[in-house]
């Protein structure tokens, strides 16, 4: 569900659910009646009429607060894609590049602060990249790949985990078709839940600004450079909102921002779904889930690079 509106030459947008314009499970249809559209509709339409008298974003460092629609993002494009080992070997790089996890950094690499704990697990009831086995026939399994903020393990296959001399494959070989190779592809990456509820998390943020809805992004070909913008973001003062923002943008580099990482959610967590991860040439498509709630990251640069 969007909505755009045009006043003097400005163009806004809100979307529900998001990201990626809308959100997918492997369910039934009680998930659409779960997405509860009708009940957002005029929220929507309000929040879309309010941007155009919000606030621009302000621009400097300031604590980040992502709601998980952003934060599912973030982790595919800084987390996911990254610990695909076939890019950290060099044999996947034609499609979005390599990654700066290259093997020396495995079980001793400083990723993100302690609050930071990812997994790839293929086995999370609903989650779009949920199955039995892969197509190496690899059971369905989790994998830690940060673990309490250190590089623990790759997304690998069987050849790719044994030139690493790694027991077994993470579980991720697959196809998107019959006439398609395999090759190593994210299942559901999630952020596992930390000690916060989600409305804590803002009310403990003195000064900051929340933001959710992505609108935009940009990262590098090692997936360490990145940039991110939003539909709406919000002030934060003292621990309540105070301005509608519009237009909000961050950007970092991958380990320092994972590294900022101070508060997980465990209250608001839920699996998005993404049916349009693409890679390698020629391109193969694939469904992919993320399950996260709400995280703060400190010091984030936002606004525009003076």
């Given at each position: 569900m969007s909505a755009i509106a045009v006043k003097d030459g400005e163009m806004q947008a809100r979307s529900?659910?998001?990201?990626?314009?809308?959100?997918?499970?492997?369910?039934?249809?009680?998930?659409?009646?779960?997405?509860?559209?009708?009940?957002?509709?005029?929220?929507?339409?309000?929040?879309?009429?309010?941007?155009?008298e919000a606030q621009k974003c302000p621009s400097g460092e300031t604590d980040l607060i992502l709601y998980g629609d952003q934060l599912a993002l973030q982790i595919h494009e800084s987390c996911g894609h990254p610990t695909e080992?076939?890019?950290?070997?060099?044999?996947?790089?034609?499609?979005?590049?390599?990654?700066?996890?290259?093997?020396?950094?495995?079980?001793?690499?400083?990723?993100?602060?302690e609050k930071v704990s990812i997994v790839a697990d293929a086995t999370v009831p609903r989650g779009l990249g949920t199955f039995g086995y892969d197509d190496e026939g690899t059971c369905a399994k989790k994998v830690h790949?940060?673990?309490?903020?250190?590089?623990?393990?790759?997304?690998?296959?069987?050849?790719?985990?044994?030139?690493?001399?790694?027991?077994?494959s993470s579980?991720?070989?697959?196809?998107?078709s019959p006439l398609a190779l395999p090759i190593i592809r994210m299942t559901n990456i999630n952020l596992l839940p930390g000690d916060w509820k989600a409305d804590e998390i803002v009310e403990d943020t003195k000064e900051g600004i929340l933001i959710t809805t992505n609108r935009s992004w940009s990262i590098d070909d090692r997936r360490i450079?990145?940039?991110?913008?939003?539909?709406?973001?919000?002030?934060?003062?003292?621990?309540?909102?105070?301005?509608?923002?519009?237009?909000?943008?961050?950007?970092?580099?991958?380990?320092?921002?994972?590294?900022?990482?101070d508060a997980v959610s465990k209250d608001d967590r839920k699996m998005w779904g993404t049916p349009n991860c693409g890679k390698g040439v020629p391109g193969q498509v694939m469904y992919v889930g993320h399950g996260c709630g709400t995280a703060r990251f400190r010091k984030v640069r936002v606004g525009l690079i003076k």
């Open positions: 529900y659910p998001s990201p990626f314009r809308g959100d997918f499970a492997t369910n039934g249809y009680e998930f659409f009646e779960s997405l509860k559209l009708v009940d957002h509709a005029k929220r929507l339409g309000q929040e879309l009429l309010k941007l155009f080992l076939d890019r950290a070997l060099g044999t996947e790089a034609d499609y979005a590049g390599t990654s700066f996890l290259t093997p020396e950094k495995l079980g001793k690499f400083k990723y993100g602060s790949l940060i673990k309490e903020g250190i590089f623990a393990n790759y997304q690998s296959s069987r050849e790719t985990a044994a030139e690493l001399k790694r027991k077994e579980g991720g070989m697959r196809a998107d450079n990145f940039q991110f913008g939003t539909e709406i973001g919000w002030k934060i003062k003292n621990g309540s909102k105070e301005g509608m923002i519009k237009n909000p943008t961050y950007m970092g580099v991958t380990p320092q921002f994972w590294g900022s990482c």
